[in-house]
């Protein structure tokens, strides 16, 4: 039976719901594709050339993204500056109402926000819903304990925070760490990620500046912003969540400066498995570690496995690699009705057409120089619309022994591909478990937790997992990275306030060109 799109959540509904929640920043389309404001100099603003963004969804084009230039955002950071210094002086039971209401505002809502991230970045709803409960749950935790977090007499920074963050998780980081920076004292301005999560990130700022918060959302060419939103003497902050390629050029325009910073890049985290039986705990893992094509900074995509339990490891992942679920993530059975829930995916497409085909190619060359293919996907099959454009999607691929010099041996493949190391040493283990660098996160699978737990103190990885994935975390949990998976300041819980505020003499946790500090994780 032909599959169909489900009532009320097509793109025009969503787009309308949005231009009705916060219509001072959307303006008259171009090209009958209406244009998203950019939140400069206090206002919303129609000024940029317009460029069409595209959903990984279906490819078609949802709205126009206004990109500045160099001198308009130079303009932006200047009078975020001014605000910057209005706003530390603002007392902190006004800045926590302040951000308190923008929560609500943003509570209110939370389905419009979840069903916009659904179409520009492809998420199924299910896993909108937690990236946009995520950043709500968490920001309130903040406004219960900032005011401890601040009794040491800390302050804000002397300027603005400037956040550069990538597409997959436009609320529970990007949104997140602004209303904690602000919370903290201090303004903040984000660049909208080209791939995606602008409509989302739009009516989110929206509601922030009715709150009367200090947000500043433009967008542009990274490469033509990158030097007035990093290197500008007004901003007091650096925050980028991305890759290592941008992350690097980044952290070497920060070299010859003292600014504050905290650069989060991927690291190919990897999963040990050594002298373990417990193959069910580790199957119901794996399982939620496809979530949204493994397109996270914290997924796991190699697995190293001892050589004797080589069999035993692929018959409990196999079966469940082959059960995992994707397709159109609004796509439904033409029963359903409105109240029904929709589809339950682990994900859909990936951010973009060419995303996907840049990774089948890394499959293809990793096969023909030695890889075996332990299990490749079809798109047959999985819950698509008739006739829709399917560019975007990829299907799971599993590869053993991929050959020293292919790309999946070295980098993350920032989608559903996992490729598999055997060993038959714990030093090899630990070796190829480290292959990368520096990792985000990394576990080992091992019935001797003991054992397990010393061969953790020797792999480059923030956080270790015994048994279990380690995630970014949430709330009071600190996060950063070893190698070069991360520079500057750690954030996380207490960590995330201190990153964003001075006071005292003490070091900061995280990774510098002088010292490395490490919290308890």
Not at 262 to 274: D, K, M, P
Not at 378 to 403: H, N
Request: with cysteine; aromatic share 6%; net charge negative.
């Amino acid at each position: 039976m032909a599959l169909r799109l489900a009532e009320g959540t097509g793109w025009p509904d969503a787009l309308a719901r949005a231009v009705a929640a916060t219509p001072e920043a959307f303006s008259a389309e171009v090209d009958a594709v209406p244009a998203v404001h950019n939140l400069i100099e206090g206002d919303w603003r129609a000024v940029g050339a317009p460029s069409p963004v595209r959903t990984p969804v279906d490819n078609t084009v949802l709205v126009n993204l206004l990109r500045l230039d160099a001198d308009a955002a130079r303009a932006a950071v200047a009078h975020a500056a001014a605000a910057h210094r209005a706003w530390a002086e603002t007392p902190l039971a006004e800045r926590k109402a302040r951000v308190g209401e923008a929560v609500e505002a943003l509570t209110a809502h939370r389905d419009l926000l979840a069903l916009l991230l659904v179409w520009e970045i492809g998420k199924p709803w299910r896993l909108a819903c937690a990236d946009v409960d995520r950043a709500l749950d968490g920001v309130r935790w903040y406004v219960g304990e900032i005011d401890r977090m601040l009794a040491d007499g800390r302050e804000p920074l002397p300027g603005p925070v400037s956040n550069i963050a990538s597409w997959n998780y436009p609320m529970s980081v990007l949104v997140h760490a602004e209303l904690v920076q602000l919370l903290a004292g201090n303004a903040v301005i984000a660049k909208t990620p080209s791939q995606g999560g602008a409509v989302c990130l739009t009516v989110a700022h929206a509601l922030m500046r009715r709150a009367g918060l200090p947000a500043t959302l433009l967008s542009g060419g990274g490469e033509e912003l990158s030097e007035v939103l990093v290197r500008a003497p007004e901003i007091g902050a650096v925050a980028f969540v991305g890759g290592r390629s941008n992350g690097g050029k980044v952290a070497a325009a920060l070299l010859d400066s003292d600014k504050r910073h905290f650069i989060e890049q991927e690291g190919l985290n990897a999963w040990g498995i050594w002298n373990f039986s417990q193959w069910d705990l580790l199957a119901a893992h794996l399982r939620k570690g496809f979530e949204y094509g493994k397109q996270r900074c914290t997924a796991y995509p190699r697995f190293v496995v001892q050589r004797d339990l080589v069999d035993e490891f692929l018959d409990m992942y196999l079966p469940v690699v082959r059960s995992i679920r994707f397709g159109h993530p609004l796509a439904v059975e033409q029963e359903w009705r409105a109240g029904d829930p929709l589809p339950e995916l682990d994900f859909g497409p990936l951010i973009s057409a060419a995303k996907a085909d840049e990774l089948r190619r890394k499959v293809d060359e990793a096969v023909r120089g030695g890889a075996v293919p332990l299990h490749r996907g079809k798109l047959a099959g999985a819950p698509f619309l008739a006739g829709q454009d399917t560019s975007a999607y990829v299907a799971p691929a599993v590869l053993l022994a991929p050959p020293g010099r292919s790309r999946l041996m070295h980098a993350e493949p920032f989608g559903p591909v996992d490729t598999i190391v055997v060993v038959d040493t714990t030093d090899e283990l630990l070796a190829q478990m480290n292959a990368s660098n520096g990792a985000l996160v990394a576990s080992l699978a091992c019935d001797d937790e003991d054992l397990a737990g010393k061969l953790a103190v020797d792999l480059q990885a923030f956080k270790v997992g015994i048994n279990k994935p380690r995630s970014r975390g949430d709330r009071e949990e600190p996060f950063g990275g070893r190698g070069a998976s991360w520079k500057g300041a750690f954030v996380g819980g207490d960590l995330l306030v201190q990153a964003v505020t001075q006071g005292g003499d003490e070091r900061l946790y995280g990774n510098f060109p002088d010292y490395s500090r490490y919290p308890t994780t």
